[in-house]
């Protein structure tokens, strides 16, 4: 009978396991420290994949050069998006958010910015007031969209900080007097599609 059960519970790990995937997937289907990785050439139907992220490294900048440098094409569009979780004990309907000093990038050609639920205004200082929203399941979260705009995306390198995706750390506070003092490291998820 104790074979049996353990057996039974070997099983169940595996399974639940298998189901979670390498990526932190939950049972709601959630893929932490995950992004969605889209990249809109001008001559064929969007690429969508998704991006690794870790709080000490940023997203997977490897990963993101190696995918933009196959496209040999000028004026590349490419967008890293998902979910910033609300740490649960801020209990402010807003949060100050911030992603560190290098949230935007405009040079020649080349653009980076990143935009909150949906907005069309861009983060526009180093803290960012935004309202937070709630998931079916009742997880408070901030949509994020991160935008880039390559003119040359074929001569990137991975040293490429102002054009990558490698300088953007999550972390956010409540809305309230004194807020500086108060920022916590936040997670980021997508869905499994």
């Known amino acids: 009978m104790v074979k049996t059960f353990v057996k039974a519970i070997i099983a169940l790990f595996i399974v639940t396991s298998a189901y979670a995937g390498t ?5 709601n289907g959630k893929l932490y420290n995950t992004a969605y990785f889209d990249v809109h050439p001008k001559t064929q ?4 994949d998704y991006i690794t992220y870790s709080k000490r490294a940023s997203f997977d900048v490897k990963q993101y050069i190696d995918t933009v440098r196959r496209i040999k094409e000028k004026y590349l569009e490419v967008y890293v998006h998902g979910r910033v979780v609300v740490p649960s004990d801020i209990k402010t309907e807003k949060v100050y958010i911030s992603v560190g000093p290098n949230y935007s990038y405009s040079y020649g050609d080349n653009e980076k910015h990143i935009y909150y639920n949906g907005s069309k ?19 408070r979260y901030v949509d994020y969209k991160i935008s880039f705009h390559l003119y040359k995306p074929y001569d990137l390198t991975v040293g490429e900080k102002n054009v990558a995706p ?6 956010m506070a409540p809305k309230k007097r004194g807020f500086k003092n108060k920022f916590e490291k ?4 997508v869905f499994d599609e």
């Not at 990526?23 to 049972?27: L, P, Q, S, T």
């Open 186 to 189: 936040a997670d980021i998820y």
């Open 166 to 171: 490698n300088t953007f750390f999550f972390s």
């Open 23 to 27: 990526a932190g997937g939950d049972a």
């Open 121 to 139: 205004v861009a983060q526009d200082a180093e803290y960012f007031l935004v309202s937070t929203k709630t998931d079916k399941f009742g997880d």
């Open 45 to 48: 139907a969007p690429m969508l």
